[in-house]
């Protein structure tokens, strides 16, 4: 990134403003008038929400990936918010992604969507605040090329990531190894089924698996956390970020969702971030750094918490972890291959098309019956995705169980 050469407040593209980061990073923005000016606002097709947020917001361009939905709103702001450019489709968020006007990206499109969008914006050299994990483990070479050869700076907004970041020695480089660690401490709830008898698993319900205990989230990554592919993805991204082999990254459950991950040196200290989980801490320490700013988030009263419990997880309860470890040990598409298996099993569990052990299953077999390529292309990466959910698609559709309403 070029530095502050900027006048004012610094310009932000917020993609996926409509979701659950997307909102929590503008109750952030909100809270700093003097310091961000939102830009551009973008959703899929969700043109309530993003008409509102124009309404307040005022920025230059809203972007809807959906084209009819995009007119709607069109004619919807003609009156309310003339100043605002909406555009369509993936060239409307690859456009808003790389404006010159823009220094903060927020990329917080969930699944594979993301992909083209937050590396636009790492190609353009902007200061990237990476929620879209998925983008990472499908491209993680390419990304932390892109990322170096644009001089981008990349801050993660995953709350583990951004824990480990907060514990890293100062003068943090993305891709880069930092001196004096022996390895990283990954927590996790362990989502609502952590106690759940396994027996009763097959039967679970994709409501009960968006309940998480201690975060509210999108569906898709609430479910991911409920089978813990949520940690088998952050494993990947955490080994792109910080330059560590898989074997040096440990996966610790953690129910109370307090500490939100810890690096562990050589001399043997730990250090741990705590925090509410609340996702405007990560979000506005990505947005402040490295200066320290409000995020609305309530302080923490570890009297209140009481307890902080620490357990090794359990591979028969959360098979996801193994597949995942497998992915990154694999390299090349694979990753990419179990994400993209991962997003048509969990949708078609939301759908109450599958079981909820059966997202497993359809991972692991995809990921078996595809041949891994090399990862060193978009299109290698595009081509083994679309392969994957197709494979995954016909696994659903052989899937016979149908699930209670
Ligand atoms: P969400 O479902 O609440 O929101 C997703 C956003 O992406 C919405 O604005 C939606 O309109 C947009 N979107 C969806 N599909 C799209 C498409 N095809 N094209 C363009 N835009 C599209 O999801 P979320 O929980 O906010 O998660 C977003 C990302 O952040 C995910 O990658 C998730 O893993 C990551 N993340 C979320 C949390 C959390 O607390 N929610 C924590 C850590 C990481
Ligand atoms: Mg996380």
Known sequence: MSGPQRNGPAGITILGSTGSIGTSTLDVVARHPGRFRVVALTANRNEDVLAEQCIRFRPQYAVLADADAA???????????????????????????????????????????????????????????????????MSGALFMQAVREHGATLLPIDSEHNAILQCLPDRYVAGQAAPGVRRILLTASGGPFRNTPLAILPSVTPEQACAHPTWVMGRKISVDSATMM?????????????????????VLLHPQSIVHSLVEYLDGSQLAQLG??????????????PDRIESGA??????????????TP????????????????????????????????????LERRIPFTAIARIIAA????????????????????????????????????????
């Not at 990237?128 to 998925?134: H, R, W």
């Not at 990862?375 to 392969?387: G, K, R």
Request: charged share 20%; glycine share 6%.
């Open 314 to 349: 359990d591979h028969e309860r959360y098979p996801c972890l193994a597949l995942a470890a497998g992915a990154l040990q694999a390299g090349g598409t694979a990753p990419a291959i179990l994400n993209a298996a991962n997003e048509v099993a969990v949708q078609a569990f």
């Open 366 to 405: 995809t990921l078996d019956q595809l041949p891994v390529q090399d990862a060193a292309t978009l299109e290698a990466v595009l081509a083994d995705d679309a392969l994957a959910r197709d494979r995954a698609a016909e696994l659903v559709a052989a899937t016979k169980v149908t699930v209670a309403r």
């Open 71 to 137: 007119q709607r709103l069109q004619q919807r702001l003609q009156r309310a918010a003339p100043e605002v450019t909406v555009l369509a489709g993936v060239d409307g968020l690859l456009q808003v992604a790389g404006l010159d006007s823009v220094e903060y990206v927020m990329a917080a499109i969930v699944g594979a969507a993301g992909l083209l969008p937050s590396l636009r914006a790492a190609q353009a050299g902007k200061r990237v605040l990476l929620a879209n994990k998925e983008a990472l483990v």
């Open 230 to 250: 949520n940690k088998g993805l952050e494993v990947i991204e955490a080994s792109w970020l910080f330059d560590l082999a898989p074997d040096r990254i440990e």
């Open 276 to 289: 509410s989980p609340d996702m405007r801490i990560p979000i506005s320490h990505a947005l402040g750094w």
């Open 298 to 311: 309530p302080g923490l009263d570890l009297v209140a918490v009481g307890r902080l419990q620490f357990e």
